[in-house]
């Protein structure tokens, strides 16, 4: 069983920054690939980002490629967000995932979602 909380979302003018936060409970946090999704209201969740167990290969959906920046710290059990130059089409409940597969595969565990609005 791995357990995500999210932080870090909030309220940002277009053109800042923010960086999330996913704190895994279980021991199969080193062995879990870490993903970040997305969901605006009225769309369906989506991929944003995804990094490998150990850190060594990750993954973009197009519309962040440049902008954000996903890592992992395997000590702590932590993956992270850094999303600079955000735009108001970022807004949307963030989700930490993390699965058994591969960067791409459907993840195991979701957390609760965190709020990211920008405004213009």
């Known amino acids: 069983q791995v357990q995500l909380v999210e932080s870090g979302g909030g309220l940002v003018q277009a053109g800042g920054s923010l960086r999330l936060s996913c704190a895994a409970s279980?021991?199969?946090?080193?062995?879990?690939?870490m993903g970040w999704y997305r969901q605006a209201p009225g769309k369906e969740r989506e991929f944003v980002s995804g990094?490998?167990?150990?850190?060594?290969?990750?993954a973009y959906a197009d519309s962040v490629k440049g902008r954000f920046t996903i890592f992992r710290i395997n000590a702590n059990n932590t993956v992270f967000l850094q999303m600079n130059s955000l735009k108001p089409e970022d807004t949307a409940v963030y989700y930490c995932?993390?699965?058994?597969?591969?960067?791409?595969?459907?993840?195991?565990?979701w957390g609760q979602g965190t709020q990211v609005t920008v405004s213009s």
């Open positions: 995932a993390a699965t058994y597969g591969s960067i791409y595969s459907t993840p195991d565990y």
């Open positions: 279980g021991r199969t946090f080193s062995t879990s690939a």
């Open positions: 990094i490998s167990r150990r850190g060594g290969s990750t």
